[in-house]
């Protein structure tokens, strides 16, 4: 007899994309047919040429733009620009120049209003705590690296504890060493506060780094060309991880992919070749 004990119920998704076909005002066609999802607690990756629509992607997800047809829902409730369960970190950090990191941080906080100046503080200080930045408090942002900027900025987005975070490319402006530090201190946030995230990305490293499964968009007007779980043991560390083999395998795997999206030149979508893994 099937044991039908313990019951675990499906969970629903954090993020669901349903069906969407989406133009722009001059009739520039983005999406049609498009569908995605996100578990809550996943972390997806979004690898895609330039141009592709990622940022219009996360612009319908946060509600800023709306699809001409289909239906889009975080936590099963349809988008609105004013949720606060939402959080977006964009590529430049957009700091306010002349209020020190932890007005920066706060100013979120008081927008929403939820609490007084005392408890704001308290709250912006312990999100510059957990991006490392506590000793730079009252820091102007001209006096702040850019990969510290874009810290205070993450900081000031999670203060908010949205439950999904979008993040549009927020690292593509540091050099490659600040960028793989900022890597692995986004993971070490993420499995402290676990969001969904879905995470913008030209880079296919940054992409097998991070995520739980990467999604490789084809050229608009298109739709999803391929997605690719990646099954790198967590936690993930800059020295050991990126040098598995299985992440190197991950990486030609995408570049492969990658390079089928850029000679099709439309919404092509490819069978998706069997990947041996080594490690
Ligand atoms: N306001 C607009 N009106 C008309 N077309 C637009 C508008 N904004 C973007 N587009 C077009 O829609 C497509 C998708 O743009 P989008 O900015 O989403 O691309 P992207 O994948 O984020 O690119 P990148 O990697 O360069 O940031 C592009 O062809 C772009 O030219
Ligand atoms: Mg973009």
Redesign the pocket.
């Known amino acids: 007899m099937l044991n039908t004990f313990p019951y675990v119920p499906p969970q629903a998704d954090a993020l669901a994309v349903d069906d969407i076909s989406f133009s722009?005002?001059?009739g520039?066609r983005?999406f049609s047919s498009f569908s995605l999802n996100a578990r809550p607690g996943e972390f997806v990756a979004i690898l895609?040429?330039?141009?592709?629509?990622?940022?219009?992607?996360l612009n319908l997800l946060s509600g800023f733009v709306q699809p001409q047809s289909g239906r889009i829902t975080i936590n099963q409730t349809a988008v609105r620009p004013e949720r606060s369960e939402l959080g977006y970190v964009f590529q430049a950090p957009q700091l306010f120049p002349w209020l020190s990191a932890l007005e920066n941080v706060r100013f979120g906080l008081r927008m929403s209003a939820r609490t007084d100046a005392s408890q704001q503080r308290a709250q912006a200080l312990q999100y510059l705590r957990l991006v490392g930045l506590e000793s730079a408090a009252h820091r102007l942002p001209h006096q702040l690296s850019g990969g510290m900027q874009q810290r205070v900025s993450l900081a000031r987005t999670l203060a908010l504890e949205p439950s999904v975070l979008l993040m549009d490319?927020p690292f593509a402006a540091l050099d490659a060493i600040s960028r793989n530090s900022m890597n692995e201190e986004t993971l070490r946030i993420w499995a402290e506060l676990g969001q969904t995230v879905l995470f913008?990305t030209?880079d296919i490293d940054e992409a097998v780094f991070l995520a739980d499964r990467v999604i490789v968009l084809s050229i608009?007007p298109g739709g999803i060309h391929s997605e690719l779980e990646i099954q790198l043991p967590r936690p993930r560390s800059n020295l050991k991880t990126r040098r598995l083999p299985a992440f190197l395998d991950y990486r030609n795997e995408l570049m492969t992919r990658i390079a089928q999206v850029m000679d099709a030149g439309d919404a092509t979508v490819y069978p998706t070749p069997r990947l041996e893994l080594t490690a």
């Open positions: 722009y005002p001059n520039h983005v895609g040429p330039s141009g592709c629509g990622k940022t219009t992607l490319e913008i030209h608009a």
